[in-house]
């Protein structure tokens, strides 16, 4: 028994299946980025017994409009948060969470922000509440 073989060349490529992995690579990869940029999520981590916590202080800064001033709930002045700020810079990467209430005129907020970047800060957290659809029509 004689097979015939054919000796003609491809002259098409076959990109159905190629175009398909493409497509599944680019939803995967929009799906992951939009995970990746959500901060603040609850996420239950597995444990481990070999682990150590590398957790950076967070500060608290609090001014009311009274002009009270609180570093970590103890009352200080400017000149007195200047030194502290200055003690416990460790890292640019520490967070000062900086909360004013909503009446405080917006210079004293910028000129706490002031001094806590010249202490070496770079992340500032400005603490906020979320309002709801009643308090935005106002």
Known sequence: MKLRLSKQ??????????TDVIFILVIFLLIVSNFSTQTGLPVRLPG??????HSIHTINITYYADDQLFYNEE??????LRELLAQDF???EQVVRLSAEENTP???????????????FEKIF????VLRSEELSE
Do not use: H, P, W, Y
């Open 9 to 18: 060349k491809i002259t098409t490529t076959m990109l159905i299946s190629m």
């Open 48 to 53: 481990s017994q070999s682990a150590s916590r």
């Open 75 to 80: 009352a200080v002045d400017f000149e007195g």
């Open 90 to 92: 460790k890292d640019t």
């Open 106 to 120: 917006l210079q004293k907020v910028i000129s706490i922000m002031d001094i806590i970047r010249a202490a070496g």
């Open 126 to 129: 400005v603490a906020t509440e």
